[in-house]
């Protein structure tokens, strides 16, 4: 997502606008891990999904996190990245990571 830079990495980056409204792309449990990013992770029936440089809803972040969402439910809103990257010209998107439960070491992508 750099201007005129690519960079491989196991996930699904998708542009965004700051303050987007980002839609649960599944059923499951929300987990707010600690994370040096903002994150939120979907823990599904047989699936995790991490979803990075997302502004939980106020609803999930007062839950802690211990709240249950269906797919297309609102989680969160897409951040603005330039105070994070601002020397590295990245473009505003959120970053998916999918992974098989419950063992996140084995991923999808």
Request: charged share 30%; aromatic share 10%.
């Amino acid at each position: 997502m750099y201007d005129g830079e690519k960079a491989k990495h196991e996930a699904i980056d998708i542009l965004s606008e700051v303050g987007q409204a980002i839609y649960a792309p599944s059923d499951g449990r929300i987990i707010l891990p600690e994370h040096k990013y903002s994150v939120v992770d979907i823990a599904g029936k047989n699936h995790y999904i991490r979803i990075l440089y997302i502004t939980p809803t106020k609803e999930i972040a007062d839950a802690k996190g211990e709240i249950s969402v269906k797919k297309g439910d609102v989680i969160g809103y897409a951040q603005d990245l330039f105070p994070i990257y601002k020397k590295e010209k990245m473009k505003n998107h959120i970053h998916l990571e999918l992974y098989r439960y419950p063992d996140p070491k084995r991923g999808i992508l």
